[in-house]
């Protein structure tokens, strides 16, 4: 038995013993994620500092503030930046430029600038290598970054950026409070052993002296040799059956001591079973004390069986002891106290009956105990998981705040991106006003011999102008009412975050208050247990709270998306307005194409004529020259145009940049001075071409009236020829009167005249059809317009052709009826004239 109970101890020491290796390596474990969450806090604010250096402040400062402190104004301009780009949408506090040598050459405190700093050397050094430097002191983190620009420009300096710790120290406060009841855990768990330890200590010490006790027993049956003992054997029997009684005596309230104690731990364990089975919440102490009570009952169950034994040894030896009595004396006294001794061993035998009793009660209460120590197992294992759960709960909480953050600093960002497409909107607009002054010229300088197409251009050029300021008005409707819905959501999500962090500091306090009332409730009596079932209603209930707050927080989450989606809308609808704008211009490039267009047809009917007279030839390539010198002014233009914009594009990289703003302006000074230049040409290419369209114009007349008399001849010598064929038919007639008569080919429509009637009528029906195809493709009411104009032009010219070839009919009939009338030849000739050049391939004869 005592080396089973010694089995035992090992066992539970063994036990212990793992457990408390765990404990003490969840401690470990929960101060290493303690010391990874600081570090991780801490490289997420590092990060943050480096975006908004790379991003925010190569925008403020410029390459100028890196060359000497910053004066009072530069300083004044240079914090409004800073305060509206990075202290007002993030977390930093403030802001301080460094030079290699140590001179704060700016920060958001005016009294630091100028301020010399030798000891900052190493580590301004250290930073300009591209290593960011972080230090704390008195709750603030510093963090020292390189400042760069993207063009390469400036000197190199170090930018150090403040931000509070408070984050980077609560990071690893779930992890320290873990830390620390792990640790309480591992003090019970000290407590526990110590106590097993002495439990074992004093079962083997009792173990011990029951085994002392019985050799000095032993050798009491000798005395039953003697036949006849005398008054001292007597007295030292009966000494030895009373330090027996008494011994027994103290054994069995030792027993009934146990025994009572076993019996409350019991009656409260079966109270603790019955709360235990309505709430199904498990409790380490329970098992602690089930554990307790089974080593206990084994004891009991042992010193049962030691106490029966030395019950029957008692009873043979008092019987023994009787027996001599009554054969040695035949005392009264005697006799009394044997009758006591006997009495006594009576009730001893009946005590320990009811104590076999009581404890058979108790192993089936043991059992009952053991059967729901299972479940309180299994509770336990859900408590487990609960507190499991309560902690990526609060793992949940942290990440939301985390991506609230990051949200925070995207809406930030889209802000940033507002303002920048808001000065290049300004820019826009300005070089927009810039190329609208410099078209006004050339239009004015156009004005003087293009006077139609001058009115459609400004015409046009008002349309452009009303929808810019049209789309102009849009855009600024469209961003203050963007930029009111941001803010108001923006203050919408501060509210609620504010109220979500409350309401998570509230339930951390909350919960923090029940694990201090599970703890005092697992250190305090049983009588406390019902508070414990109280705190498990309150976690409960708190923890349906958190669910709340999760669905809350993921409903922020998707409002914060939802402010995503409208800031991309905003930019898509900024990026379609641009495309509007840039579709304008296309239509202003378009004009030109249709001038150039007209231009060209222009050169082609000047071609048209200069096959008729060689003298012209001269001039249409003067002419073409002069076009060609337009076109290279209208290339050279667009060239500068591009060029134009890429120096705004450079102009953007380096807004403040005194020496970058003199070459741009020097640039656009040289680029207005060639503008002038290329005016200049234009006008005198312009007057050129006027000149050479007034010799123009003169030799067209010339022309017109050469081929009036060319109609003129070739109807003449079509009349001949018809009527000498007629007058040649009538003779051939009148000789073959008596021959049967043969019919004759009519050959009146294959005279040149005829065939020329003829060819222009199919040309202008297949430039007919070829229109009302094109018609069915253009969806451009310009093009639709001017493709309905030539088919009106080329419907009349078919008409006409038709009324000449029924005259020429009629003609070569002797059936025409000749009408008398006066005739302006110079609306006739200009008629022919332009339904000559109704296309270029029609050729005059």
Not at 66 to 73: D, I
Not at 512 to 532: F, H, I, K, M, N
Not at 688 to 704: C, M, S
Not at 797 to 813: F, G, P, T, Y
């Amino acid at each position: 038995m005592i080396a089973s109970l010694k089995g035992y101890g090992r066992i539970a020491r063994t036990l212990l013993a793992a457990l408390g290796a765990l404990l003490v390596l969840g401690i470990i474990g929960s101060l290493l994620m303690g010391v990874h969450a600081r570090h991780a806090v801490q490289d997420q604010i590092v990060h943050q500092a480096q975006t908004i250096t790379d991003s925010s402040l190569t925008l403020a400062f410029t390459p100028a503030d890196l060359t000497g402190p910053a004066s009072a104004e530069r300083a004044s301009q240079l914090t409004a930046q800073i305060q509206s780009i990075v202290i007002d949408p993030s977390d930093f506090e403030s802001v301080t430029l460094y030079s290699p040598e140590g001179t704060i050459l700016y920060s958001t405190a005016a009294s630091r600038i100028g301020t010399q700093l030798p000891g900052e050397k190493d580590s301004i050094k250290e930073a300009l290598r591209g290593v960011p430097l972080t230090s704390e002191f008195d709750g603030t983190l510093s963090v020292k970054l390189p400042l760069r620009f993207r063009s390469g420009v400036g000197g190199p300096a170090v930018v150090e950026l403040t931000h509070p710790d408070a984050p980077i120290a609560s990071a690893a406060g779930p992890w320290r409070t873990n830390a620390l009841f792990l640790f309480a855990l591992l003090v019970l768990l000290a407590v526990a052993v110590f106590g097993v330890a002495r439990l074992l200590a004093v079962v083997s010490e009792t173990t011990d002296a029951r085994m002392e006790t019985r050799p000095v027993m032993i050798p009491q049956p000798v005395r039953t040799a003697a036949p006849h003992p005398g008054l001292r054997e007597e007295g030292e029997a009966r000494r030895r059956a009373e330090e027996r009684a008494h011994a027994a005596e103290e054994r069995l309230s030792l027993l009934q001591g146990q025994y009572r104690k076993t019996l409350e731990e019991l009656q409260s364990f079966q109270q603790l079973d019955r709360e235990t089975r309505s709430t199904a919440t498990p409790d380490a102490r329970i098992e602690e004390r089930a554990l307790r009570a089974e080593g206990q009952v084994h004891e009991l169950e042992l010193q049962l069986r030691t106490v029966t034994q030395e019950r029957e040894r008692l009873a043979s030896q008092l019987q023994e002891t009787i027996q001599e009595a009554m054969r040695v004396v035949d005392d009264d006294e005697q006799d009394l106290r044997l009758r006591e001794a006997e009495l006594e061993a009576i009730g001893l035998n009946a005590e320990l009956d009811v104590t076999k009793e009581q404890l058979d009660a108790t192993r089936r209460e043991l059992a009952s105990m053991r059967a729901s120590a299972t479940t309180t197992s299994h509770g336990q294992e859900e408590l487990d998981a609960a507190n499991v759960e309560m902690l990526q709960i609060r793992d949940a909480l942290t990440n939301a705040e985390s991506q609230l953050a990051g949200a925070q600093r995207e809406l930030a960002d889209a802000h940033t991106e507002l303002r920048a497409l808001r000065n290049e909107e300004q820019r826009a607009a300005m070089l927009e006003d810039e190329l609208r002054a410099a078209k006004a010229e050339l239009e004015s300088g156009r004005a003087s011999h293009r006077a139609d197409l001058v009115e459609r251009e400004a015409e046009l050029e008002e349309k452009v102008r009303a929808t810019r300021e049209e789309f102009q008005r849009q855009l600024e409707e469209i961003e203050a009412s963007y930029r009111s819905q941001l803010e108001q959501r923006e203050t919408e999500l501060r509210g609620r975050i504010a109220d979500a962090e409350t309401t998570a500091n509230a339930a951390a306090h909350d919960l923090q208050g029940v694990r201090e009332d599970v703890t005092a409730a697992r250190a305090e009596a049983a009588s406390r247990e019902q508070q414990l079932l109280e705190a498990h209603n309150e976690i409960a209930r708190i923890r349906g709270e958190l669910k709340g707050h999760t669905a809350e927080v993921k409903e922020r989450t998707a409002a914060v998306g939802q402010a995503r989606k409208e800031a991309d809308e905003m930019r898509r609808s900024l990026t379609a307005l641009q495309e509007d704008l840039a579709r304008a211009d296309g239509t202003i490039e378009q004009m030109r194409t249709e001038l150039e267009a007209e231009r060209l047809r222009n050169a082609e009917t000047e071609d048209v004529t200069m096959k008729a007279d060689r003298d012209r030839a001269s001039q249409q390539a003067r002419a073409e020259k002069l076009v060609r010198q337009l076109e290279d002014a209208v290339a050279e233009n667009a060239e500068l145009n591009r060029r134009l914009q890429d120096f705004e594009a450079r102009r953007q990289l380096e807004l403040a940049d005194d020496q970058g703003r003199a070459q741009i302006d020097q640039l656009l000074q040289v680029t207005q001075e060639r503008l002038a230049g290329q005016t200049e040409k234009l006008i005198a290419a312009e007057d050129r071409v006027k000149e050479l369209e007034t010799d123009l114009i003169t030799a067209r007349n010339r022309l017109e009236v050469i081929e009036g008399d060319l109609r003129m001849h070739q109807m003449s010598d079509a009349l001949r020829e018809t009527r000498e064929q007629e007058t040649a038919d009538a003779v051939a007639l009148d000789e073959q009167d008596a021959v049967v008569e043969v019919p004759v080919e009519d050959r009146r429509g294959t005279t040149p005249f005829m065939r020329e009637l003829s060819l222009d009528a199919k040309k202008s029906v297949a430039k007919i059809n070829g229109i009302t195809q094109l018609l069915k493709h253009k969806k451009d009411q310009k093009d639709q317009a001017q493709l309905i104009k030539q088919l009106t032009g080329h419907a009349r010219r078919l008409d006409n052709l038709v009324a000449d070839i029924a005259d020429a009919e009629r003609l070569a009939s002797g059936s025409i009826k000749l009408n008398i009338r006066r005739t302006d030849m110079e609306s006739l000739v200009n008629r022919v004239v332009e339904e000559a050049m109704a296309d270029s391939d029609h050729d005059i004869r």
